[in-house]
């Protein structure tokens, strides 16, 4: 076999390998009824630990009393119509713009109450602090307090397809979540080592996470936690600048038996 049909035969395995059946992309066939339908895994039970209060979290609390007079000491009706009419606009700035920050020694400025240090503190921690504060100002019982985070804010840097800062209103966002809020990563994403930078009441740590395997469910990673920074590192492949996709490897391929062919040429 010279040159001439080994070049034949390996563009003969790359179309072969390079061709998808449509019974691998159709969806709702009418397939062999032996076929495997479905399977079904565990159940994973959440290994999560309660989200604790960190300083310049944005914390959204709601005041409400049975007096009129103390509700608009408190600002209750004006801040919180405004937050409702700017959902629609855009949601996750109503609650930094609305919201109570706490600040660098982590303390929480309210109307009427004062400072309250509530960094170190979950959700049920912060509102019991503030019903004990709000107890001194308010002689009655019906009074009513709620704390919620301002959403949940994170970063997703490097190998995605939309890299940058997200704010996502919900309790409880997955690391899959996350990712596909920024657009999947790309193929040449290193999913076996993503970094996740997360911020403790002491300071930052970095963690480094294996998205391929299953048993991220089982640890603490599996959820995003506010202020979360996400990097993904290219694959070598994308270093070493070589093809990724059939067509970038049939133009590789091509480069490569092109060069080869000119030096037979020129050396015969």
């Known amino acids: ?8 035969y390996g ?3 790359f179309a072969f390998l390079g061709c998808i059946p449509n019974r691998k992309i159709v969806y709702m066939q009418n397939r062999p009824d032996d076929e495997v339908l479905s399977k079904s895994g565990e159940l994973v039970p959440y290994d999560v630990d309660e989200y604790r209060i960190q300083y310049n979290d944005v914390v959204d609390v709601t005041m409400k009393t ?3 007079e103390l509700n608009e000491m408190l600002k209750i009706d004006g801040s919180q119509n405004q937050i409702r009419n700017m959902e629609g606009l855009n949601s996750g700035d109503a609650f930094f713009l609305n919201g109570y920050t706490i600040d660098n020694d982590g303390f929480l400025n309210l109307p009427l109450v004062g400072n309250v240090k509530l960094v170190g503190m979950n959700v ?8 004990g504060e709000l107890e001194e100002y308010v002689r009655e019982d019906n009074f ?3 704390v919620r985070l301002g959403g949940i804010r994170y970063s997703a840097l490097g190998e995605f397809n939309r890299p940058g800062k997200y704010t996502v209103l919900q309790n409880r966002l997955t690391i899959f979540e996350a990712i596909a809020n920024a657009g999947d990563m790309t193929t040449t994403a290193r999913r076996t080592s993503v970094r996740l930078m997360r911020q403790y009441p002491d300071g930052v740590k970095t963690h480094t996470i294996n998205l391929l395997s299953d048993k991220i469910m089982e640890s603490e990673f599996f959820f ?3 202020n979360d920074m996400i990097y993904a590192e290219p694959m070598k492949a994308k270093q070493l600048g070589t093809g990724l996709t059939f067509a970038q490897s049939l133009q590789l391929a091509l480069s490569v038996v092109t060069v080869g062919l000119l030096y037979i040429n020129v050396t015969n």
């Open 11 to 13: 563009f003969s395995c």
């Open 224 to 226: 995003v936690r506010p």
């Open 124 to 131: 049920k921690e912060a509102q019991n602090t503030i019903e």
């Open 144 to 146: 009513y307090v709620r």
């Open 66 to 68: 049975t007096s009129a």
């Open 1 to 8: 076999m010279n040159y001439k049909h080994l070049i034949i």
